[in-house]
Nanobody
Framework: VQLVESGGGLVQPGGSLTLACVAS????????MSWYRQAPGKERELVAV????????YYADSVKGRFTISRDNAKNTMYLQMNSLKPEDTAVYYC??????WGKGTLVTVST
């Protein structure tokens, strides 16, 4: 199993970023997927979840209405569209499947 995140970077408050997670080594289209994040000095937290066909999603209250999780099963890729970013969204964002498989993460920094 390999999960590779991309799309992080430095953005000003109120800006937008789209993260991508390219997956390989397992049946992507049959697997629910998640995004987590870990801010400096804090525990890793769940951000969003998407089911196998993308018909069902879940968002943490802190990102609801600002972030959108989606997937393209033909490309084995999951996305996280992040709008109206706030400084408190600064974190390393991780792609996840199940309890054991994580990407290396991509850093998102929201700052002036």
């Amino acid at each position: 199993v390999q999960l590779v995140e991309s799309g992080g970077g430095l953005v000003q408050p109120g800006g937008s970023l789209t993260l991508a997670c390219v997956a390989s080594g397992f049946a992507f289209s049959s697997s629910g997927m998640s995004w987590y994040r870990q801010a400096p000095g804090k525990e890793r937290e769940l951000v969003a979840v998407i089911n196998t066909f993308g018909h069902s999603t879940y968002y943490a209250d802190s990102v609801k209405g600002r972030f959108t999780i989606s997937r393209d099963n033909a490309k084995n890729t999951m996305y996280l569209q992040m709008n109206s970013l706030k400084p408190e969204d600064t974190a390393v964002y991780y792609c996840n499947i199940g309890p054991d498989y994580w990407g290396k993460g991509t850093l998102v920094t929201v700052s002036t």
